[in-house]
């Protein structure tokens, strides 16, 4: 009996001990765990604050397209824009449509002065790029541009011709970009291709 009684320690004294250790195994697992989740979460919230950011960024995105097709001078809102517009010098072909950090941008009251933006957003400037075939400027059905959606019936009336449009168009290629930036923040840019039109 007494020998039963020794053994039954002894496997009590080496379970305890493996008890131990198995709680200093599980303790450094949970605080991995811990540390993993709390990692995850500062992940999703950067991910959802950027998310957030853009969405906020296509609005007034949104809002400058609504002013661009909402121009009260229909005719000379060409003029207006080619004098800003600036084409990249990496892409005579005119089709790329990527993220060009050597155009410049100007602040939205280059193009409208009453048109603000939010200041969450940091420093934000755009540009408007219109087609423009030669110097001056000229709007040309003709104009092999892809990025525009050229060449292309400009004025209504079913024929692409060779002469300028810039008086007479009813639709308006134009490509926006957008940059913003916060301080101490990357750069962000949205482009986005679209066609005014007017019938004025």
């Known amino acids: 009996m007494a020998a039963i009684r020794s053994l ?13 250790v198995e709680v200093l195994f599980s303790t450094v697992i949970l605080v991995i765990a811990v540390m993993g989740n709390v990692t995850s979460v500062g992940s999703a919230h950067s991910a959802a604050k950027s998310v957030g950011e853009r969405g906020r960024a296509l609005e007034v995105l949104a809002q400058l397209l609504e002013r661009l097709r909402g121009d009260d001078d229909w005719i000379g809102l060409y003029a207006r824009l080619a004098v800003l517009s600036r084409e990249s010098t990496a892409d005579s072909s005119r089709s790329d449509l990527g993220v060009d950090a050597s155009l410049a941008t ?23 790029q219109v087609p423009a075939g030669g110097v001056p400027a000229t709007l040309r059905e003709t104009q092999v541009a892809p990025r525009y959606g050229l060449p292309g019936d400009l004025n209504g009336d079913g024929v692409i011709a060779l002469d300028s449009r810039a008086t007479d168009y009813r639709a308006l290629p134009v490509v926006v970009r957008m940059r913003w930036a916060r301080a101490g923040g990357a750069t962000e840019e949205l482009i986005v291709p679209t066609w005014l039109r007017g019938e004025r």
Do not use: C, K, Q
């Not at 193009?111 to 957003?121: K, S």
């Open 106 to 128: 100007h602040p939205a009251s280059a193009y409208y002065a009453d048109f603000t933006v939010p200041a969450d957003l940091g420093t934000v400037t755009f540009l408007v």
């Open 8 to 20: 039954a320690t002894r496997r009590l004294r080496r379970d305890a001990g493996f008890g131990l």
